[in-house]
Nanobody, 125 residues
Framework: QVRLVQSGGGSVQSGGSLRLSCTASGFTFRAYCMYWIRQVPGKEREGVASIDNNDKTTYVDSAKGRFTTSQDNAKNVFYLQMNSLKSDDTAMYYC???????????????????WGQGTQVTVSS
């Protein structure tokens, strides 16, 4: 079964850190661009980060210097390390995999590609 399973997330105080994980099964993500996307109710989805099969990463401006995405090809897992969290980072976070190269600034629509189930991140001030 082709799927992405997320773990991590939760509640943390402002300035804290969290790490999200996204484990792929049924496919290897070497040929995919892996995205992290977040959604706040009533707001548009926001692409947070992406990583391609050459480990090239991109980040939304608000995440630069605070978030790091990485991948472990041997384990078929990719990660989003989030440091210096702010209340504005509160959202539901999703991982997604789209076959092919990453497109900077692109936010895949729901249902397009392979998506994780989502995990809530809540940052309290």
């Amino acid at each position: 079964q082709v799927r992405l399973v997320q773990s991590g997330g939760g509640s943390v105080q402002s300035g804290g850190s969290l790490r999200l994980s996204c484990t792929a099964s049924g496919f290897t993500f070497r040929a995919y661009c892996m995205y992290w996307i977040r959604q706040v109710p009533g707001k548009e989805r926001e692409g947070v980060a992406s990583i391609d099969n050459n480990d090239k990463t991109t980040y939304v401006d608000s995440a630069k210097g605070r978030f790091t995405t990485s991948q472990d090809n041997a384990k078929n897992v990719f990660y989003l390390q989030m440091n210096s969290l702010k209340s504005d980072d509160t959202a539901m976070y999703y991982c997604a995999a789209l076959h092919g190269q990453c497109t900077e600034g692109y936010v895949p629509p729901p249902g397009f590609g392979i998506w994780g189930q989502g995990t809530q991140v809540t940052v309290s001030s």
